[in-house]
């Protein structure tokens, strides 16, 4: 039988507010931002009325924001925290895959959001994931001394697809490879391919290949 909103958050220790996000999440990363309605987030999450939602939240641009904010700043959050000490490339990734195991619909999200065509949205959208661009490139450049720092955007594009693009295209491998890929073998040996593919991507370098140049 299906808790309601209420017996979910006394189990579960959660707020209504990380509530509704977690619900958000899901719902904005399987359909995207135009085909979720307030009404339907409200009745999963066991909201009396769609009134109780917008007490959170005033419409369905601001909490699709706060949703993405919410994932941006975890993961940013952690690498910054990764990267103030002596700590090793494995840690760092361990970090950011702990994340995307406990919100496994984010990369979705974000992919999503990357792809929708409404200009003011996208512009919003651009604005939330600077951080995690920023971020993601100072934490290669001290990681990566192999990498000619203009190469490093590229270098963090391809790390980007290889470490979120598995979580978002799940649906796929799952019926390509005929597992599940977030069951916990699968991710166990996905992490330990990502450690040792980064570790020999980042310490190669562009060794033999002139740095690439911007346009």
């Not at 996905?190 to 290949?209: I, W």
């Amino acid at each position: 039988m299906a808790r309601t909103g209420d017996a979910a958050r006394e189990e579960d220790g959660r707020s209504t507010r990380e509530l509704i996000l977690d619900v958000a999440e899901r719902r904005f990363a399987e359909r995207g931002f135009a085909a979720v309605s307030m009404r339907e987030i409200a009745t999963e999450a066991g909201l009396k009325n769609q009134a109780s939602l917008y007490h959170h939240f005033k419409n369905k641009r601001a909490l699709y924001e706060a949703v993405l904010n919410r994932g941006v700043e975890l993961i940013v959050s952690r690498m910054a925290r990764s990267g103030a000490g002596d700590t090793s490339r494995d840690v760092v990734l361990d970090h950011v895959i702990d994340i995307l195991v406990e919100h496994p619909h984010l990369p979705r999200l974000i992919q999503r959001a990357g792809m929708d065509d409404n200009r003011n949205l996208a512009r919003s959208v651009g604005r939330l994931l600077a951080p995690l661009y920023e971020q993601g490139l100072a934490v290669l450049a001290q990681l990566s001394p192999a990498w000619p720092a203009a190469d490093l955007p590229h270098l963090g594009t391809g790390l980007y697809h290889l470490i979120f693009g598995y979580f978002a295209n799940a649906p796929l491998l799952e019926a390509v490879m005929h597992e599940d890929p977030r069951a916990t073998h699968a991710l166990a040996r996905h992490r330990r391919f990502v450690k040792t593919a980064v570790a020999v991507l980042m310490a190669s370098g562009p060794s033999k290949v002139r740095p690439l140049r911007r346009n």
